[in-house]
DNA sequence: AACCGTAGGTGTACAGTGTACACGTGTCAA
DNA sequence: TTGACACGTGTACACTGTACACCTACGGTT
């Protein structure tokens, strides 16, 4: 039944999953679905395990930064094959235990790697949403009219208002999601080890 | 009609904030709503509008760091104060001018500090939701149960299953939201302060 | 063999949601 | 005086999640 959730909201999307069509979907009646779940909110808690238990695990044996990154760019490539899984996991109120079970392995890594609780605590804060996988799209593409004449009217009196956002815009082409992605995590992880290594503690902050 | 769909949804929770509820609020009938927004999400659209309007504007003349710091701050400020409004930024698809103005002044930010529009560009991705002032929570805290026994016993069998969590939960006290915020956007600058001054460019990467 | 608990499926019903559409009503410019 | 326009009204519809009572089949105990 999760598993026939996930791939209907696959394909129809998160918004047209409703009791009803999911029920339609298995050939059962909507109430029928009660009988596992207590309530939407649990289904969605069971798709979002059934994505996470997806994670492939990473190879075992690297030293902590690979093992955290790898951890991590395998969340992203699990989550990315559903659209919609960032979205209902950042509406999650509670962590299931296949969840805890992610966030486990992420805190053991940073541990083995010789980080103290301390330092290892806000390393976990500071990673956010990117220990999922995915962060939120920062520049959602606006929409474009379609006449040509009215695009670049348009273009024009958006590059007088936001001058620096359009000198960025038509310098980097489109943007590669990974390469965003990964830099930022690289940032993060570079600014763990630096930490570490000067040993850190969050007593004698600046 | 803004100000009060915001004021209701602090009173009342963003989930119990209806069309209906909202005209009922105002005194009106649901579908004069219809008449000021196109639909519920234009609503919400201007809800964020709102909150984002009210984001204190920094004091201008300081250094790019300074700048951007502060003005990150000053958005997690006006946000903190509606417990319902980082969901529903997460939930945008499209920018507002009032959005985009709020990120033009970031980039201009990086852009007046020498910053390169290509490290800008991979900046601003790394500072992803952290630019509207909030992080995902990390932990959420589960339920515990009433019980005194049942209580140990499950913290028992929690610390079995994951020890690094429990570990870490345990030495480090309840966790300071402010301080981890500014723990990660203070790890992300330094990380760009550092690749600015070696003059890093996105196709030397490594 | 008779029994019963339990897991699962069914049917009906209800309150609540967003919003389409047709219809007022008032105000202000031509 | 007229007519455009901004704004409010009333009704109606399709859809949502889910409470409640009911039915059915199976596995183990007596």
């Not at 990673?127 to 999922?132: A, I, N, Y």
């Not at 850190?200 to 600046?206: D, G, L, V, Y």
Request: charged share 20%.
């Amino acid at each position: 039944m999760l598993r026939a959730a996930v791939t209907l909201a696959d394909e129809v999307g998160i918004d047209a999953l409703s009791m009803r069509s999911l029920a339609q979907r298995i050939g059962v009646v909507p109430m029928a679905l009660y009988k596992h779940v207590a309530n939407k909110e649990e289904l969605l808690d069971g798709m979002v395990d059934v994505i996470v238990g997806d994670i492939d695990l990473p190879t075992p044996g690297a030293d902590w930064k690979a093992a955290v990154r790898e951890r991590v760019l395998a969340a992203r490539a699990s989550l990315l094959r559903h659209p919609w899984a960032a979205r209902v996991i950042e509406s999650r109120t509670s962590a299931s235990p296949v969840v805890l079970d992610h966030m486990e392995a992420l805190v053991a890594a940073f541990r083995a790697g010789g980080f103290s609780v301390d330092l290892t605590h806000h390393a976990m804060h500071a990673l956010g949403t990117r220990m999922w996988g995915f962060t939120q799209e920062v520049f959602p593409t606006p929409a474009q009219p379609a006449d040509a004449d009215a695009r670049a009217a348009m273009l024009g009196r958006f590059a007088a208002r936001y001058p620096s956002i359009v000198e960025m815009a038509s310098t980097t082409g489109g943007c590669d999601d990974q390469f965003e992605f990964e830099f930022a995590i690289d940032l993060l992880l570079d600014g763990f080890e630096r930490l570490h290594q000067q040993g850190w503690t969050s007593a004698e902050r600046s």
